[in-house]
């Protein structure tokens, strides 16, 4: 035991100061400056936020060991606007903070606000197209399904929303084109078009593909049959669109001067109404309206 005594006299000291320094480096207080998205909570379904920071900085103090294994997950920043109205607002940042750690400051604690009234729009859905077909092909006018697009969004977004597309990218195709593809906006950016909806979100895009040859426009011609209601008459008819593109084979196009619709039935009717019919054409003719069109039938009193 009294072999070397200084010796081990001298470690015995530095190990009991080695812990003492570890056991209050474990029982110390530190501080920790955490990055926190901030949140928007209790929005009324009626407004939307257009302006608002995407982070707080939330600053906390706490024993060592727990404050240095604290994240952004961890904690939770928002602000809560269920009293609020369409305008500009300063509103308090609130902060909840996990346990064993003390909220010590807020950076911003307050934040400017900006909520706009939400509205809609109805918009028709065009197909914009790029490239074409292979040589000794064309394409005819697109058709898009559904023809229309219902964009939800604060009314100062949607004044510069210039239309509805869908993107369409042809390579030399051969066959007609036939694809589902998304909706998406003319005139917002990216950050802004996160604040609208758009209803539907996607859009059936039916393109022909005929052979060269020679094509037209030529008008349509409604076809009517029975009789309406006694005391009631036909009025005015109207078919929407007027004319449809046609295209096949030179000699058989050029003897098309019109398209007729299927029949339009008026038998017993006492009222105007709007039918969607077919299209009635030769069977090597092609028809860049493949859906049908809408007919307006006027019943009047006689």
Not at 9 to 33: E, G, H, I, R
């Amino acid at each position: 035991l009294g072999k070397n005594f200084i010796y081990k006299l001298v470690a015995v000291f530095l190990a009991v100061v080695l812990w003492f320094n570890a056991s209050d480096q474990q029982n110390a207080y530190s501080k920790q400056v955490v990055k926190v998205p901030l949140e928007v909570r209790n929005l009324p379904a009626s407004l939307v936020v257009t302006e608002l920071p995407a982070n707080v900085e939330v600053q906390v103090e706490g024993a060592w060991s727990v404050v240095e294994n604290v994240d952004a997950q961890d904690f939770s920043a928002f602000v809560g606007l269920e009293s609020y109205k369409a305008g500009k607002h300063e509103a308090p940042v609130e902060v909840t903070v996990p346990p064993g750690v003390r909220l010590v400051n807020v950076t911003p604690s307050t934040i400017v606000v900006q909520l706009a009234g939400m509205t809609s729009v109805q918009l028709p859905i065009v197909a914009k197209v790029e490239g074409g077909a292979a040589s000794g092909f064309r394409i005819l006018t697109p058709v898009v399904e559904p023809a229309e697009a219902i964009i939800r969004g604060p009314e100062t977004l949607l004044k510069k929303v210039q239309s509805a597309r869908v993107n369409v990218t042809l390579n030399n195709i051969r066959e007609d084109y036939v694809k589902i593809l998304p909706v998406t906006l003319d005139g917002s950016s990216e950050d802004e078009s996160f604040n609208i909806s758009i209803a539907p979100s996607t859009a059936k895009v039916f393109i022909p593909v005929v052979p060269e040859g020679r094509g037209k426009m030529v008008p349509l011609e409604v076809v009517l049959q029975g009789k309406p209601l006694e005391g009631y008459t036909v009025g005015r008819v109207q078919v929407e669109p007027e004319e449809v593109e046609i295209s096949g084979p030179a000699e058989t196009v050029d003897k098309i001067h019109s398209v007729k619709t299927h029949p339009v039935d008026v038998e017993g009717r006492e009222s105007s109404f709007t039918e969607n019919v077919g299209l009635n054409v030769p069977d090597n003719i092609e028809v860049a309206q493949q859906v049908g069109v809408d007919v307006f039938v006027e019943i009047k009193k006689e």
